[in-house]
C-alpha cells in the first residue's frame, strides 16, 4: 500500500489519479464542496478508516492534492 501512496492520511493516489480520474479539477471541487456541507461529522472511504473529527479539513486538504 504504501508503495502506491495509499497510506498516510486520505489522499487521492497518483494510480487512481492517472487510471480512475478523468477530471482532476470537478473531482477537487466536489471535495470543497463536500467540505462545506455543514455538521459534516464523518466520511467513509472506499477504503481505510472511516475520518471523523475535523472532517471537512480533511476533505480540504484531500481536495488541494
Sequence with gaps: MKTIGSTDGPRITGLTSVFGVSDR???SAHY???AATPRLAFAVPGHGAVIDG???ASLTQVSAG
Design 25 to 27: 479539477n470537478a473531482l
Design 32 to 34: 470543497r464542496q463536500l
Design 54 to 56: 475535523d472532517v471537512s
